[in-house]
């Protein structure tokens, strides 16, 4: 599966925006960007996934970049409950199996 | 659902000691992973199961740690003997398998602590 890169920590303000980039320019055409968030002593959760289109759901939009390169996760209103590390994650998708392989993700602090 | 379960929430042992941790994954979910975080080394997988069955065990660390899986509502982690290093949170998530886009759900984690 191919790398990603993510900055280690943002800061971000509640009610605004955040937007999460990750680089992943090493990724194949059968991969997917995938995105899941840890709220501290709990387990990772899912986000969202998308594979070049733009996809939002209710927890957040992802933003895939035309040549697949780069990805940016947008929290359209940050909450005080929205600090956590996330990351991202690119997978292909295998019949055999469907394992995630994190990264030192982004560490998000979402300050009043 | 009760989600992906997990026991003990936190275990404290001694040096040498075997530690068991249990996890029961969703039901209908047929693939389960075992994950190890630290400081260090982050979110580690261990290794996964599909339909009961060990796919990837390469995470696993040496021959102290092995896991099983007797059934689809069971896994089990078991570290013998234990070491300090192993202090670590233990995650294990569940998923299904068909589709292929599918989301891996995780449980609160069991804490060990090896003194």
């Known amino acids: 599966d191919a790398k990603t890169t993510q900055p280690p920590s943002m800061d971000c303000a509640e009610g605004r925006a955040a937007n999460l980039p990750c680089n992943h320019s090493t990724i194949s055409g059968n991969e997917y960007v995938y995105w899941y968030r840890q709220i501290h002593s709990q387990g990772p959760q899912y986000i969202i996934h998308?594979?070049?289109n733009n996809e939002t759901n209710e927890m957040a939009s992802l933003i895939i970049t035309e040549d697949r390169k780069s990805s940016t996760l947008i929290l359209p209103h940050a909450t005080l409950r929205d600090t956590a590390v996330y990351y991202c994650?690119?997978?292909?998708?295998?019949?055999?199996?469907?394992?995630?392989?994190f990264g030192g993700g982004t560490r998000v602090l979402v300050k009043p | 659902d009760a989600g992906v379960i997990q026991s003990p929430r936190h275990e404290v042992t001694e040096m040498g000691q075997e530690v068991t941790l249990r996890c029961k994954p969703i039901?209908?979910?047929?693939?389960l992973f075992w994950y190890r975080q630290t400081m260090m080394r982050g979110l580690e997988l261990l290794i996964y199961f599909n339909n009961n069955v060990p796919i990837d065990d390469s995470g696993m660390p040496e021959d102290r740690f092995s896991a099983k899986m007797p059934n689809a509502s069971f896994s089990t982690l078991k570290i013998q003997p234990s070491e300090p290093r192993d202090s670590a949170v233990y995650f294990c998530a569940s998923s299904t398998l068909a589709g292929g886009n599918n989301e891996q759900f995780f449980g609160p984690g069991t804490r060990l602590t090896v003194l």
């Open positions: 039901s209908g979910h047929n693939s």
């Open positions: 998308g594979l070049k």
């Open positions: 994650i690119v997978r292909a998708i295998k019949a055999a199996g469907n394992k995630l392989t």
